[in-house]
Nanobody, 125 residues
Framework: HVQLVESGGGSVQAGGSLTLSCAAS????????MGWFRQDPGKEREVVAT???????HYADSAKGRFTISQDIAKNTLYLQMNSLKPEDTAMYYC????????????????????WGQGTQVTVS
């Protein structure tokens, strides 16, 4: 059973930076797809960025040029470096995981993922 634990959220002023982490456990396979999603109350959960075991990445338009998704395989940890934060980035951020590779457009949809973390709140003022 895969477990995901996010950390690193907090409150920051506009223009500031935060780095989110997601510690993963319970999977020993070599093929996977992971993603960062975010959700505001009353809104749909939306993709921020995805990364596969092959290190191929995808970013939502809102994240391009400001956010960087990365992974440390030795530490089983996923990261999201967020720079130039804006008030509209305020949301609960979730880490997601699915066995198997990222498969283009479907991997941008929350229903593609089988495992989720509990979320970490990011507030930008």
């Amino acid at each position: 059973h895969v477990q995901l634990v996010e950390s690193g959220g907090g409150s920051v002023q506009a223009g500031g930076s935060l780095t989110l982490s997601c510690a993963a456990s319970g999977y020993t396979g070599s093929s996977y797809c992971m993603g960062w999603f975010r959700q505001d109350p009353g809104k749909e959960r939306e993709v921020v960025a995805t990364i596969g075991n092959d290190d191929n990445t995808h970013y939502a338009d809102s994240a391009k040029g400001r956010f960087t998704i990365s992974q440390d395989i030795a530490k089983n940890t996923l990261y999201l470096q967020m720079n130039s934060l804006k008030p509209e980035d305020t949301a609960m951020y979730y880490c997601a995981f699915i066995r198997g590779s990222c498969r283009g457009t479907p991997s941008l949809w929350r229903g593609y993922y089988a495992y989720w973390g509990q979320g970490t709140q990011v507030t930008v003022s």
